[in-house]
């Protein structure tokens, strides 16, 4: 064959139309864990999807104690959803340096003992001036309140799970916000350490004082301040409550039998 001839023979290759046209595979993604929905998702900041995002999160390394049962001061003893005694209220944009400064953050919450120090240092990063009642007393391992109740945005500023790890060792069971940051939503369902809950209507902060007694009904999705005699409608927990009731993601995931139980792995 010619030179010429060799020159003019059409090559062999692909031309860019003809791969543009050909349709790689999708990729495959990791299973995730599928969570019940008897409820529609009530935060449009926090959808059920972030249960399902937290699933494919590598373990924590925050290994936590067994929660003790809740005392008769704080809950019914016949329900983990239920809690009554004096509330702590606070106003808009609690960060998480307010919740545990970082100079507390060397605490292992897997160690028992160093779990009651978080607790005990909850919210000690507020500003006396703003707030002179001590969420915990001077000398005091843990809170006289069971309910906090706070504004807009609550949990934002650095993302630490210490935050809501700090506030069930100190003897919270539920935070009723405006609304939350997200990791700090996030990381409450995550450790099942708190109920995170948004009342359905502005301005509950503003019209609660700290010492006041409530009730929180989780399966009323109800405030009762009983200081004052009025009623206020919260948003359901929806989905994320069946995992903070189990005592966190992994537990919820070991209890329905999605990842197998520590004494079987």
């Not at 399902?52 to 104690?65: D, G, M, Q, T, V």
């Not at 707030?131 to 006289?144: D, E, I, K, L, T």
């Not at 993601?249 to 079987?264: E, H, N, V, W």
């Given at each position: ?28 993604l ?31 390394p925050l290994?936590l ?32 340096d ?12 897997s ?30 391992a ?10 807009a ?5 650095s ?34 350490e ?10 509950l902060?503003?019209e ?9 009904d989780?399966?009323k999705?109800?405030l009762?301040n ?5 009623e ?8 994320a ?18 990842i ?5 792995a």
């Amino acid at each position: 064959m010619s030179m010429a001839a060799a020159a003019a023979k059409p090559s062999p290759t692909i031309s860019r139309t003809s791969v543009a046209s050909q349709k790689a595979p999708p990729p495959r993604l990791a299973p995730a864990l599928r969570f019940p929905s008897y409820h529609p998702s009530p935060f449009p900041n926090h959808p059920s999807s972030i249960l399902a995002a937290s699933s494919r999160i590598a373990p924590s390394p925050l290994l936590l104690p067994p929660r003790a049962a809740l005392s008769s001061s704080s809950s019914s003893p016949s329900s983990p959803t239920l809690f009554h005694g004096p509330c702590f209220v606070l106003g808009d944009n609690i960060d998480t340096d307010q919740i545990i400064p970082a100079e507390h953050l060397t605490l292992v919450p897997s160690n028992p003992d160093e779990y009651a120090k978080l607790g005990s240092h909850a919210f000690c990063g507020l500003p006396s001036a703003a707030y002179p009642v001590p969420f915990v007393a001077p000398g005091a391992a843990a809170s006289r309140f069971p309910v906090v109740v706070a504004g807009a945005n609550f949990g934002c500023g650095s993302s630490r799970e210490h935050a809501p790890v700090a506030l069930g060792a100190a003897g919270v069971g539920a935070v009723v916000a405006e609304s939350y940051a997200r990791i700090f939503f996030r990381n409450s369902v995550a450790t099942g350490e708190v109920y995170p809950l948004e009342v359905e209507t502005e301005g509950l902060h503003e019209e609660c004082t700290t010492g006041d007694v409530v009730t929180v009904d989780l399966e009323k999705s109800v405030l009762i301040n009983h200081t004052t005699g009025r009623e206020y409608r919260l948003k359901p927990i929806g989905d994320a409550g069946p995992v903070i009731e189990a005592g966190g993601i992994f537990a919820y995931a070991r209890k329905t039998g999605m990842i197998a139980s520590a004494s079987t792995a």
